[in-house]
Nanobody, 132 residues
Framework: QVALVESGGGSVQAGGSLRLSCAASGYTSFPKYMGWFRQAPGKEREGVATIRTYGTDGAYGIYYADSVKDRFTISRDNAKNTMYLQMDSLKPEDTAMYYC?????????????????????WGQGTQVTVSS
């Protein structure tokens, strides 16, 4: 059974940094697409960043929401079955519950990599709070 477990959330002041981690288990082969999403109170869940691996040569496809470009960095370590989100220059509007997501095994193409509907598995979420 696939499981995703996030860690690394917390409270920081504006301008600070946090690093989120997502450990995946239960896959026979690591999912090609994994992503980070967030949901603030009263708002819809939105895609933050997603990453796709290509074969075994270390190539990646990465997608960011415009609101986090140049501030957030997504990465993954396939050997550790773990994905990361480095968040720098945090703003109060980044405050949300952050979720890790992954596609089902064998899914190799997404029409909309930042759309939550494309993902089959979700973690429980980790809270990020940024104060001004």
């Amino acid at each position: 059974q696939v499981a995703l477990v996030e860690s690394g959330g917390g409270s920081v002041q504006a301008g600070g940094s946090l690093r989120l981690s997502c450990a995946a288990s239960g896959y026979t082969s690591f999912p090609k697409y994994m992503g980070w999403f967030r949901q603030a109170p009263g708002k819809e869940r939105e895609g933050v960043a997603t990453i796709r691996t290509y074969g075994t040569d270390g190539a990646y496809g990465i997608y960011y929401a415009d609101s986090v470009k140049d501030r957030f960095t997504i990465s993954r370590d396939n050997a550790k079955n773990t994905m990361y989100l480095q968040m720098d220059s945090l703003k109060p509007e980044d405050t949300a519950m952050y979720y890790c997501a992954a596609v089902s095994a064998g899914r190799s193409f997404l029409v909309s990599p930042l759309s939550s509907g494309e993902y089959a598995y979700w973690g429980q979420g980790t809270q990020v709070t940024v104060s001004s």
